[in-house]
C-alpha cells in the first residue's frame, strides 16, 4: 500500500476547534506460499494452497497547533498462516472454467511507534521506539472465477472476477472504513502455432484490462483504480513450455477530490514460468 493525505481536519479533543493534519503510509505484505493440484480427471482439476504472510507497514502523521509541531511515526510487524483452494473444469477442449477460495485470516502484530514535538524550536521526545502490542487485522474471504476460451485457433481469451469481503471483517482506520472490493480483468492472448517449427510462431503476445473499485472508503468514496497492460512470451526451447514473460502496464489510482490524490504509473514486469516433467515413467526397458 501507498498513499498520502493532505489536510485531514480532526477535532481538537473538548474544544470546537479543528486542526489539520498530513498522513502517508507505505508498506505491505510477502506472500511466501506453496500449492499443489492434481488431476482428478481429465477435465477435472482441484489445487490447495498455503502461504506464509509477513511484512510491515509505517505511517507518519504530522501536524502544526499554534507554536507546536507534532509527529507520529508507528510501524507495525504483521504476520500469519493462509489457505486457500481452487478448481478448473474443461466444458469443453477450447473452453475452461475455475474458481478460487482464499480463507479469512488474522493477522497479529507488532507496533513500534515514536512520538515527538517542536515547541518554540526545541524538539521534545515523547515517546521513542516505545514498543506495544496492536489489534489484530483481519484479512477478508476472496472469491475468484474465471473463463477461457480458445476462438479462432490462435486466440485465447480470459476473463476473471473476485470479489473480497471486507465488509465482514468489521473493521475501520482513522482515514476510512474498509468495503467490499470488486476487481474485474480481461486478457486476451494470439500464438500463431504453440508447436510450429520456426521460433516467431511460438511467440505469444498479449494485452489485458483490469479495473478494480478498490476496499477503502474514505469520506463515503472508494479509491478505485484501473491499468492496461501489453506482453509478449518468449518460448525456451521447442519442446518445452517454459516462457519468458516481459510485460508493460500503464494504470491510475485514486481521485483529485475530498483531500485524495491520483496516482498515475508506469510498470516493466519480467516473469519467468519453469516447466519440467518429473518422474516419468520408462516405456522402454
Request: hydrophobic share 35%.
Amino acid at each position: 500500500m501507498g498513499y498520502t493525505l493532505l489536510g485531514l481536519v480532526s477535532n481538537i479533543e473538548g474544544s470546537d476547534e479543528t486542526f489539520e493534519s498530513n498522513v502517508s503510509g507505505i508498506g505491505g505484505l510477502n506472500d511466501f506460499g506453496i500449492n499443489l493440484g492434481y488431476g482428478i480427471t481429465d477435465q477435472l482439476r482441484l489445487g490447495v494452497r498455503a502461504s506464509v504472510l509477513f511484512g510491515n507497514i509505517e505511517e507518519k502523521e504530522n501536524f502544526v497547533i499554534s507554536n507546536s509541531y507534532f509527529e507520529l511515526n508507528e510501524t507495525t510487524n504483521y504476520s500469519a498462516l493462509r489457505l486457500g483452494m481452487g478448481m478448473q473444469y474443461d466444458i469443453t477442449d477450447k473452453i475452461s472454467v475455475g474458481g478460487t477460495v482464499q480463507l479469512p485470516v488474522t493477522l497479529t502484530g507488532n507496533l513500534t511507534r515514536s512520538v515527538s514535538k517542536t515547541l518554540d524550536g526545541e524538539e521534545i521526545i515523547v515517546e521513542d521506539e516505545e514498543e506495544d502490542d496492536v489489534s489484530d487485522f483481519k484479512l477478508p474471504m476472496e472469491l475468484g472465477f474465471g473463463i477461457s476460451a480458445k476462438i479462432l485457433k490462435s486466440f485465447t481469451l480470459n476473463a476473471d472476477y473476485k470479489k473480497n469481503f471486507w465488509d465482514a471483517t468489521d473493521q475501520s482506520e482513522s482515514i476510512g472504513t474498509y468495503a467490499d472490493q470488486d476487481i474485474y480483468a480481461i486478457g486476451l492472448e494470439y500464438v500463431n502455432k504453440s508447436r510450429g517449427y520456426k521460433y516467431w510462431e511460438r511467440i505469444r503476445y498479449r494485452a489485458g484490462f483490469n479495473y478494480d473499485n478498490g476496499y477503502l472508503a474514505i469520506n463515503n468514496n472508494k479509491i478505485d483504480g484501473y491499468n492496461i497492460t501489453m506482453g509478449i512470451g518468449l518460448p525456451t526451447g521447442y519442446t518445452s513450455n517454459s516462457l519468458i514473460n516481459l510485460s508493460y502496464a500503464y494504470g491510475s489510482k485514486g481521485q483529485i477530490n475530498n483531500i485524495l490524490i491520483k496516482e498515475n504509473y508506469h510498470s516493466i514486469t519480467l516473469n519467468l514460468s519453469l516447466e519440467d516433467l518429473w518422474f516419468a515413467k520408462r516405456k522402454i526397458d
